[in-house]
């Protein structure tokens, strides 16, 4: 009778319990569902956010002008060709005084006479104001053509000439242009002739190639591109990749097949998982310490920058490699070695092949985040203005999150928000384009036990 | 197989660090950092440079402020060391002194030109025409009333002058590390305070203290970074009030409505004929030992002076800086050629 009624009070406890137990479960569920729409809805957020201002930066607008190579305004002497008895420095020295007197032509009449049969409404003392609807840049484009060609001088050519970045901003509406006149960066007669010329189909809305094919310009602001940074960036991997990886899988491989298992070899396990915890700034510092004061490599180069980078993703690289070797059955390496086959055989023949899909995923996840790396790089002075292209990883460089940084603080805001924001889609795309190749090898090359 | 890789690629890594190390040793690209309010200035000359002579490759400009530049600049002399720093301020006399201990004995000035320095709210907002007074009451720790020093009681710029708007007080001022800095204490918070006769009363290291000390309750907010972090606290905080350099406000006219100080609009035109009070004299610092080892860099610091690049209706101009007169340049040129060191 008793256990009767202890049975049903078991029961009742039950029943009764279910539905707090219920509760909790729905909403632990509700809590997590909730996380995730809510880290979601932020990441759409960022991401619109991104792309709304982004996006039209990757168009341009850009004038097509038939340019006359006025013979009266381009006064140079010929071209210097080497003579059959002159030594290379002599004719170098020739063709750089050439060159120096092509400086001085006035392009920007070349220009300006250029575009002036365009406008509707033009008079002679509005000839400085011509020159503000193209960036300043384009002469230094017309002259490098002469350079190029000098035959050029006395024909005319139809040229894609990208305007200024203040007609930019203008004609895009990143500006309210509903301002009073001394709001407005450009003079009323340009804002005229801008949407004049827009509205006839002289200045069109074209797909960037500047933003790609360019070093970055302060001078010229609407020529300024991705192609430095992106070069450096560039150096910057390479460098990782052919240091960081042989040296970590190397250092892996021994902590793992060959090394004794001692206190000693303890430490250093301890020791490279601090490694892979430590804040990247800190990397920063002990380059611009070491490799710039001590080794005198120079200031801003990808060299340096590349080297830390390594230091930095190391650590990544050692963890993962272990990881993916701990991970291979033990007896893979037993039936090699009850084979006859040698340590070292086993390890490379054996174990190390069935490793590398791991390795590589681990690998690729390391260099892209060392592409975003920002913070180490501005202490080894990378942050600095580069207007050319590196030819080498001892050049000046930047790197693109710099870019991005340097781009965040250009004074001319309403061009360089855009721009910023395009910048970061170009690192986005190459990030998420790096981690999927990773998940695609692992796909494709995984093999289950 | 694998391992044979694998040493290959390590010798060969190790032997292009050596190489890279080897060839460390020379440079010839100038290398310039300092002042973010030169930076532009110095970014559009170093471009220029680079495009007109192709002999010479383009300078590359840092930043860091005028203080971080002058410290990189005077860490001594050879190939990993800068050749130019970009100042928006004289170097001081302990600068100067720590650059000769660290062997940089010639360090030859050029003034490249004159920026104006403005006071800037949102667009749309009230108009602010402000006194130096107004600025020191507005960020002093204790202020003068009523024959004492009390702590500073204002939150409203209309409880300092009712011409002023009654818009609460948030002033975003360049950080230390900014020469702008200087400049400002000097021509706009000394001179303010200097009007109240109970501190003209003071000693002058009292005077000091009593005129630079700035209230803590968070009205004050000092920017370490660039100009436009300072608008983006103008952007985050309607009410805020920040200083900038004439250029910067220029570009961005649609977003920044400039104060008038002691009546006068800052104006490149105001600030030639000497009427705006707020201007300061732009310079950069060339390492004398460098001339001659790091290619072009005496022909950059004439370039950057000369006329063409920096004079009248240039390309320097137009970008903001205001030029130097005829004579100034000449002696600047000068300078350059002879070589004269400080």
Redesign the interface.
């Known amino acids: 009778m008793s256990q009767d009624n202890s049975n049903l009070t078991v029961q009742d406890k039950v029943v009764a319990s279910l539905k707090r137990r219920r509760r909790q479960e729905k909403l632990f569920r509700t809590l997590g569902l909730g996380s995730v729409i809510l880290s979601l809805a932020l990441v759409a957020i960022l991401f619109i956010n991104i792309f709304s201002k982004g996006v039209p930066a990757f168009w341009q607008t850009s004038m097509t002008v038939e340019v006359y190579f006025d013979p009266d305004v381009i006064r140079i002497s010929e071209k210097p060709e080497q003579q059959p008895n002159e030594t290379f420095e002599d004719f170098d020295e020739r063709l750089?005084d050439w060159?120096?007197q092509l400086?001085f032509v006035n392009f920007n009449r070349i220009l300006s006479d250029s575009i002036t049969p365009l406008l509707s409404d033009f008079e002679r003392s509005q000839t400085r104001y011509v020159t503000q609807l193209v960036t300043?840049g384009e002469r230094?484009a017309l002259r490098d053509m002469v350079m190029e060609d000098p035959s050029i001088v006395g024909e005319t050519r139809s040229l894609t000439l990208l305007t200024s970045a203040d007609v930019d901003v203008w004609l895009k509406g990143n500006?309210?242009r509903s301002?009073p006149d001394?709001?407005?960066?450009l003079p009323a007669v340009v804002r005229e002739w801008a949407d004049e010329l827009h509205a006839n189909g002289h200045i069109q809305n074209r797909f960037s190639t500047a933003l790609f094919m360019n070093p970055d310009?302060?001078?010229?602001l609407a020529s300024a591109g991705l192609a430095g940074a992106f070069v450096g960036s560039f150096y910057m991997l390479l460098i990782v990749i052919?240091?960081a990886i042989?040296?970590g899988?190397?250092a892996a491989i021994y902590l793992e097949e060959f090394a004794p298992k001692n206190k000693l070899t303890d430490i250093i396990e301890v020791n490279i998982n601090n490694l892979a915890a430590v804040p990247s700034i800190i990397f920063g510092l002990l380059g611009a310490a070491v490799f710039?004061?001590w080794?005198?490599?120079?200031?801003?180069a990808p060299?340096v920058g590349g080297l830390v980078l390594s230091l930095m993703t190391l650590p990544t690289v050692i963890i993962a490699t272990r990881a993916t070797l701990r991970a291979i059955p033990p007896s893979i390496r037993a039936a090699a070695l009850g084979l006859g086959a040698s340590k070292?055989q086993t390890v490379?023949h054996h174990v190390?092949p069935l490793a590398i899909p791991g390795i590589l995923t681990g690998s690729i996840l390391g260099v892209a985040q060392a592409l975003g790396e920002t913070a180490p790089l501005l202490l080894i002075?990378m942050?600095?203005?580069?207007?050319?292209i590196p030819q080498s990883?001892?050049?000046?460089a930047t790197a693109l999150p710099v870019q991005i940084y340097l781009w965040?603080?250009?004074?001319?805001?309403?061009f360089f928000e855009a721009r910023t924001s395009a910048a970061i889609i170009v690192l986005l795309m190459l990030m998420i384009s790096l981690n999927s190749l990773a998940i695609w090898l692992r796909r494709k090359l995984e093999v289950r036990w | 197989?694998?391992?044979k890789r694998?040493a290959t690629?390590?010798c060969?890594?190790a032997a292009s660090l050596v190489v890279?190390?080897a060839?460390?040793?020379q440079?010839d690209?100038i290398?310039?950092?300092g002042s973010s309010t030169v930076?532009?200035f110095s970014?559009?000359a170093?471009?220029?440079f680079?495009?007109?002579?192709?002999?010479y490759?383009?300078p590359?400009?840092?930043?860091g402020g005028s203080g971080g530049g002058l410290r990189q600049f005077c860490q001594g002399v050879?190939?990993?060391t800068?050749d130019i720093a970009n100042s928006s301020r004289a170097i001081r006399p302990n600068e100067l002194e720590n650059c000769k201990s660290n062997g940089v004995e010639e360090v030859i000035e050029v003034k490249i030109g004159y920026d104006g320095i403005v006071f800037a709210s949102r667009?749309g907002g009230g108009r602010f025409e402000l006194e130096p007074e107004h600025v020191f009451l507005a960020q002093a720790r204790r202020v003068p009333q009523d024959g004492e020093m009390v702590m500073n009681p204002y939150s409203s710029w209309a409880e300092i002058d009712s011409s002023l708007p009654d818009q609460e007080i948030v002033l975003a001022i360049p950080g230390s590390n900014h020469g702008t800095r200087e400049v400002y204490e000097e021509k706009v918070i000394m001179e303010g305070c200097m009007k109240f006769e109970q501190i003209q009363a003071l000693d002058s290291d009292a005077q000091d203290d009593a005129c630079l000390a700035m209230r803590t309750d968070g009205r004050v907010v000092e920017i370490a970074?660039?100009?436009?972090e300072t608008?983006a606290r103008l952007e985050s905080n309607r009410n805020t009030v920040g200083v900038f350099g004439l250029?910067?406000y220029?570009?961005?006219?649609?977003?920044l409505q400039v104060a008038t100080v002691s009546g006068v609009t800052p104006s490149i035109d105001n600030i030639i004929a000497g009427d705006y009070p707020v201007s300061r004299p732009l310079y950069f610092y060339i390492k004398g030992a460098h001339i001659g080892v790091i290619p072009g860099l005496q022909e950059f610091a004439q370039f950057f002076v000369s006329d063409m690049t920096s004079g009248f209706g240039s390309?320097l101009e137009s970008?903001g800086l205001i030029p130097l007169s005829d004579e100034e340049r000449d002696q600047v040129l000068q300078t350059i050629r002879e070589k004269e060191s400080l």
Not at chain 1, 182 to 185: G, H, P, T, V, Y
Not at chain 2, 60 to 63: D, E, F, H, L, N
Not at chain 2, 250 to 255: V, Y
């Open positions: 750089l060159e120096t400086g300043s230094h500006i309210d301002l001394d709001q407005l960066q310009s302060r001078s010229s052919f240091l042989p040296m899988v190397a710039i004061n080794f005198k490599l120079p200031m801003s060299v070292t490379f190390l002075g942050k600095s203005f580069v207007a050319s990883p001892m050049d000046q965040q603080g250009n004074e001319l805001r309403n | 197989m694998n391992m694998f690629l390590a060969a890594t890279f190390s060839s460390a040793q440079r690209v290398q310039i950092a930076l532009p970014s559009i170093a471009e220029e680079g495009n007109n002579f192709t002999r490759r383009t590359v400009v840092g930043s050879g190939a990993n800068i667009a970074g660039d100009y436009t608008l250029s910067f220029e570009s961005n006219r649609d977003r390309i970008a």
